[in-house]
């Protein structure tokens, strides 16, 4: 099995732009869909990338996703940063039946 | 409207066996392309994947935890059923249900808290 890899923290301002990475250890990036999930205290996590780069309805258009194969990883990208986006986000895959969550990154906006 | 909502025993000993249910709604597992997955997480941990049952009844386990874990249809049609054995502390989370469409967990259930304490 593969492992994703992502920092423990982040910060940023408000209106400003922020990216989380996700890391693959092993097998390529590209051969199964990475999703992003946003888990705010005391809630349980919600979807808001999935396939890579689709957002599901009612998720803002300032989240978005996107893979680069040369670093083997997944990125989210929040633009316009607002104090309701501090939160925890996970990255997830799929392998040979076999689901895998990153360590999570905790984003905070000051 | 999907639901799913978890049930179970708030407290266990170490050594015994959890038992969880997840009854869901809105959907069904009878069709094609639909599972219902649990993952954990640990107080202020990350989450964990731990089982699926697909509308096949093909079911798949968490690596490390595979020889603790069976997921199964509940006795209703709109039930998911997780034992977990030999139960002990570092157990202790927040359990989730989630149903899975094409790989990713599209809708959460709000977890239950298990502590493992004599």
């Known amino acids: 099995n593969f492992m994703l890899t992502q920092p423990h923290s982040v910060s940023e301002s408000p209106g400003k732009t922020v990216t989380i990475s996700c890391t693959r250890s092993?097998?390529?990036?590209?051969?199964?869909?990475v999703q992003w999930y946003q888990q705010r205290p005391g809630s349980s996590p919600t979807i808001v990338i999935y396939e890579d780069k689709q957002r599901p309805s009612g998720v803002p258009d300032r989240f978005s996703g996107s893979i680069d194969s040369s670093s083997n990883s997944a990125s989210l990208t929040i633009s316009r940063l607002k104090t309701e986006d501090e939160a925890d986000y996970y990255c997830?895959?799929?392998?040979?039946?076999?689901?895998?969550f990153g360590g999570g990154t905790k984003l905070t906006v000051l | 409207q999907v639901t799913l909502r978890e049930s179970g025993p708030a407290l266990v000993k170490p050594t015994q066996t959890l038992t969880l249910t997840c009854t869901f709604s809105g959907f069904s597992l009878r069709t094609s392309g639909m599972c219902v997955s649990w993952v954990r997480q640990p107080p202020g941990k990350a989450l964990e994947w731990l089982a699926v049952i697909d509308w096949d009844d093909d079911k798949y386990y968490s690596t490390s935890l595979k020889t603790r874990l069976t997921i199964s249809k509940g006795t209703s049609k709109n039930q998911v059923v997780l034992t977990m054995t030999n139960m002990d502390p570092v157990d202790t989370a927040i359990y989730y249900c989630?149903?899975?469409?094409?790989?990713?967990?599209?809708?959460w259930g709000r977890g239950t808290l298990v502590t493992v304490s004599s």
């Open positions: 997830q895959s799929y392998d040979i039946s076999s689901w895998v």
């Open positions: 092993s097998g390529s990036i590209v051969s199964n869909y």
């Open positions: 989630a149903r899975i469409r094409d790989y990713h967990f599209d809708y």
